[in-house]
């Protein structure tokens, strides 16, 4: 039974960076789609960055493009995210996602396919 943990959030100033972190165990991540999704206050949740198994990402969020980054670490059986450039309106709670029988843009635009979500690390970018 897959299981996801994420870690790696906190408090930055506008700017500035973090490199979240997503374990998994029971399962090895490379037969999955994953994914970073986001959920501001007050907000429902959404697709930030979605990867498949070639390393091949989507951007659901398009202002991220320049500056998140998805990664796979298979030898760790682990996806990091990359964030630079840090914005106020980066601000949430990062989830971590595996999904199967989807396609990439599915997955990041509508949540399809997804069968795990991590529990989710903070992020807050103060201006």
């Known amino acids: 039974q897959l299981a996801l943990v994420e870690s790696g959030g906190g408090l930055v100033q506008a700017g500035g960076s973090l490199r979240l972190s997503c374990a998994a165990s029971?399962?090895?991540?490379?037969?999955?789609?994953m994914g970073w999704f986001r959920q501001a206050p007050g907000k429902e949740r959404e697709g930030v960055i979605c990867?498949?198994?070639?390393?091949?990402?989507?951007y659901k969020d398009r202002s991220a493009k320049s500056r998140f980054n998805m990664l796979r670490d298979n030898a760790k059986n682990t996806v990091l995210l990359e964030l630079n450039s840090l914005k106020p309106e980066d601000s949430g709670i990062y989830y971590c996602?595996?999904?199967?029988?989807?396609?990439?843009?599915?997955?990041?635009?509508?949540?399809?396919?997804?069968?795990?979500w991590g529990a989710g690390t903070p992020v807050t970018v103060s201006s």
């Open positions: 990867i498949d198994k070639n390393s091949i990402q989507y």
């Open positions: 996602a595996a999904a199967t029988r989807t396609g990439l843009s599915a997955m990041c635009e509508s949540e399809n396919g997804v069968r795990v």
């Open positions: 029971g399962s090895t991540l490379d037969t999955y789609v």
